[in-house]
C-alpha cells in the first residue's frame, strides 16, 4: 500500500463520518477457544468509525482476546480456534483469501506494556513505513514527525531522534508506540490497557491523546479503569466471563445500565 | 513480643560472616586452579616452542628434519578449511533454528526434532568422522578435499550452533515479535528486521565456540583420512589439504625430541588463530549489543 492511498482513504473516511456514522467492525457470533477454554461466548458487537469504543470488565473476561481478534493477533497462540465472523469495513476477516499483513497494516495496535524496539526514536516510528516500502530519507523523516507530533510527544524527543527508545520513560515510550502505530497511517488503532503500566501524569497525557486522535481514527481501547472509560470513550462494552453483557453509549451504561451485572460492576460491587 | 531478638542476631552474624568468608575462599580457589592450569600450560608451551617460531616456521612447508619443518600448509589447509566450515555451518544451523523457532509448528515430529539436536551435540567426533568418510570422502567421491573436510566439520558442529541460535532467539522478548507482527510486517521481515539483529550477539558467542571447536579437532580429519606431510598449498576446495592440530598431533607423536619444539611451536600458532576468531566475535557482538 502507498503512502498515497492511504492518505486518500484517511481522507474518505472523514468525508463519510459527517454523512453518517459507518461501522469499521461488525462482529457476529464469534466465539474463541483457547484449547478446551471457551474465552469468548457468541459476541455480537457493532463498532463505528470515529468513536473510541471502550471494553470493560473483571480481569481474565477476554477483553484481550477479543481486541487480539481484531488484528488477528490471538492467532499467534496456537491453540487458539474460532467460529463465527467479524466484518472490517465490509470484509471477513477469517476469509481465506483476506492477508492478515493487510488487516494489520489497516488496524494498528497499542499494547499494554510499552514495546519499543531496541532501536533509535527515529528507526522505531519510521519501522513500519520502511516495511511497507518508503525509502526515501526526505518522506521518511516527514512522516516521523507528523506521527511523533500525532502522539503529542514531538517537542520531547525532537533532539534525540538518534537516541535508543529505553532511554527515555515508560510513558514517553508508550507514545513512540503510539507514534509507531501512527505512522503507518491506520484505520482503526487497537489499545490493550495503554496506560495500565503508566504514571497518572503520562496517563492523562495519553486520555486527551485519544480524544485527539479519534478525529481521524476509529480507537477500540481495553481499559480495566472504568473512570477512564467513563472519560474518554462514547460507547462502552461490558464483558464478563466472555460474553458482552451490555454495549450501550457511555453515558448510558455510566447512568442508567440496563443489566444487573453492568450496575454491579461499575458501581463497584464486584470485579 | 519481638520475634528477632537484637542480641542473638549479633551473636549468630559473626558466624555467619564466617560461613561467608570459607565459601568465599573455596570459590576463589576454585577459580584460582583453573587459571593455574592454564598458565602452566601456557607457560610451558610458550617457553618450549617460542624459540623455534619464526617467519620461516610460518612460510616453510612440513620436513623431515625439525629444524626446517614450517607450518606453512596446515596454517593455510586451516584457513582453507574454515572458509567451508563457517558459511556452511551458520546458514545450516541458523536456518533450521529460525525454522524451529519461528516457523515449525510445536507438534510431537518438531519436539522429537529438537531434543535430537540436543543430543547430536554429545555424539563422539569420531562418530561424526565415519559419518563423513562414508557420505562425502566414498559416496560422495569428494575424497579428502577441503570440501569432503569441511562439511564433515560442519556437520560436527551444526547441533552446538542450532542450539546455541534457538537459545538465542528464543530469548528475544515476544512484545518485539507482537510489535512488528501488529503493524503488518510479514514473519520474514519480523525475523531479519527484529529477531535477528536482537539474537545475533548469543547466535554469534556459540558459534564462535563451535568454530574454534572445528579449528582444533583432530579425530574426525584423520578418520576422514586427511594426510600430514603435504608439500603443497590447496588451489581450491576440491583439493587435499592439511590442517594445524592434524600437524601438531603428527608432529607430537614424533619420536626425536626436537619435534616436541616443533609440535609446541605449532601450538602456540593454533592458540593465536582461535584467539584472534575470538576477538572478531567480541568485536561484532559489541557492535550489536543493544538493550532491551
Ligand atoms: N495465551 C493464552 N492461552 C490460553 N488461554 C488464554 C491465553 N490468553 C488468555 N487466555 C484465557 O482466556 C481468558 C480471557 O483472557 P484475557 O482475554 O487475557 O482476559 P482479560 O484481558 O479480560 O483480562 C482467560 O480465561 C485466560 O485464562
Ligand atoms: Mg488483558
Known amino acids: ?65 477479543y481486541i487480539k481478534t481484531l488484528n488477528r493477533m490471538v492467532e499467534l497462540v496456537p491453540s487458539v ?17 483476506y492477508g492478515v499483513e493487510e488487516l494489520r ?83 482503526v488503532i487497537l489499545m490493550d490497557e495503554p496506560t495500565s503500566a503508566l504514571d497518572p501524569i503520562s496517563t492523562l497525557k495519553i486520555e486527551e491523546l485519544v480524544q485527539e486522535l479519534k478525529k481521524d481514527y476509529s480507537i477500540i481501547i481495553v481499559t480495566h479503569n472504568m473512570q477512564q472509560a467513563a472519560r474518554i470513550s462514547d460507547k462502552t462494552a461490558f464483558f464478563l466471563n466472555g460474553e458482552v453483557v451490555e454495549y450501550d453509549t457511555t453515558d448510558t451504561i455510566f447512568s442508567n445500565p440496563s443489566d444487573k451485572r453492568t450496575e454491579d460492576y461499575i458501581s463497584g460491587r464486584f470485579g | 513480643m519481638r520475634y528477632i531478638e537484637q542480641q542473638q542476631v549479633v551473636k549468630r552474624m559473626n558466624g555467619r560472616k564466617i560461613i561467608n568468608s570459607i565459601f568465599k575462599g573455596i570459590f576463589m580457589l576454585a577459580t584460582l586452579l583453573a587459571l593455574l592450569a592454564l598458565v602452566i600450560l601456557l607457560y610451558r608451551i610458550i617457553t618450549q616452542g617460542a624459540g623455534h617460531l619464526s617467519l620461516d616456521f610460518l612460510t616453510n612447508f612440513a620436513s623431515r628434519f625439525p629444524e626446517q619443518a614450517g607450518i606453512k600448509a596446515a596454517l593455510v589447509g586451516s ?16 536456518g533450521s533454528a529460525i525454522y524451529l523457532e519461528e516457523y515449525a509448528k510445536r507438534n510431537r515430529v518438531t519436539d522429537f526434532i529438537r531434543v535430537n539436536i540436543s543430543n547430536l551435540a554429545g555424539v563422539p567426533s569420531v562418530v561424526f568422522g565415519l559419518l563423513g568418510l562414508t557420505i562425502f570422502v566414498r559416496a560422495l567421491a569428494l575424497g579428502t578435499s577441503v570440501l569432503a573436510a569441511g562439511f564433515t566439520m560442519s556437520l560436527l558442529i551444526l547441533p552446538v550452533i542450532i542450539v546455541a541460535s534457538q537459545e538465542a532467539i528464543r530469548s528475544v522478548p515476544g512484545e518485539l515479535r507482537d510489535a512488528s507482527l501488529g503493524m503488518g510486517a510479514t514473519k520474514w521481515q519480523t525475523i531479519v528486521k527484529i529477531i535477528l539483529p536482537a539474537a545475533i550477539p548469543g547466535i554469534l558467542t556459540g558459534s564462535i ?55 609446541a611451536a605449532g601450538i602456540i600458532v593454533l592458540m593465536a588463530f582461535l584467539l584472534f576468531m575470538n576477538s572478531i566475535a567480541v568485536i561484532i557482538r559489541n557492535k550489536f549489543n543493544k538493550r532491551y
Open chain 1, 1 to 65: 500500500m502507498t503512502m498515497n492511498s492511504t492518505a486518500i482513504a484517511t481522507d474518505a473516511v472523514i468525508e463519510q463520518d459527517i454523512v453518517s456514522s459507518n461501522s469499521v467492525y461488525k462482529t457476529n457470533q464469534l466465539n474463541l477457544w483457547y484449547g478446551a477454554n471457551h474465552a469468548l461466548k457468541n459476541i455480537d458487537l457493532d463498532i463505528k468509525e470515529n468513536e473510541v469504543t471502550a471494553i470493560i470488565g473483571p480481569s481474565g473476561c477476554g477483553k484481550s482476546t
Open chain 1, 81 to 97: 480456534k474460532t467460529s463465527g465472523e467479524i466484518l472490517y469495513r465490509g470484509r471477513n476477516i477469517f476469509d481465506k483469501s
Open chain 1, 105 to 187: 497494516t489497516r488496524v494498528g495496535m497499542v499494547f499494554q506494556k510499552p514495546n519499543p524496539f531496541p532501536k533509535s526514536i527515529y528507526d522505531n516510528v519510521a519501522y513500519g513505513p520502511r516495511i511497507h516500502g518508503i525509502k526515501n530519507k526526505k518522506i521518511l523523516d516527514e512522516i516521523v514527525e507528523k506521527s511523533l507530533r500525532g502522539a503529542a510527544i514531538w517537542d520531547e524527543v525532537k533532539d534525540r531522534l538518534t537516541e535508543n527508545a529505553y532511554s527515555i520513560s515508560g510513558g514517553q515510550q508508550q507514545r513512540i508506540c503510539i507514534a509507531r502505530a501512527l505512522a503507518i497511517e491506520p484505520d
Open chain 2, 79 to 94: 584457513l582453507w578449511l574454515m572458509a567451508v566450515v563457517a558459511p556452511t555451518a551458520l546458514i545450516l544451523g541458523v
Open chain 2, 209 to 263: 565456540l563451535a568454530l574454534s571447536r572445528a579449528i582444533g579437532e583432530t579425530a574426525p580429519l584423520i578418520v576422514v583420512g586427511i594426510p600430514v606431510i603435504i608439500q603443497f598449498l590447496p588451489s581450491g576446495v576440491m583439493d587435499t589439504f592439511t590442517a594445524l592440530p592434524m600437524q601438531i598431533y603428527d608432529w607430537s607423536s614424533r619420536p626425536q625430541q626436537e619435534f616436541q619444539v616443533v609440535a
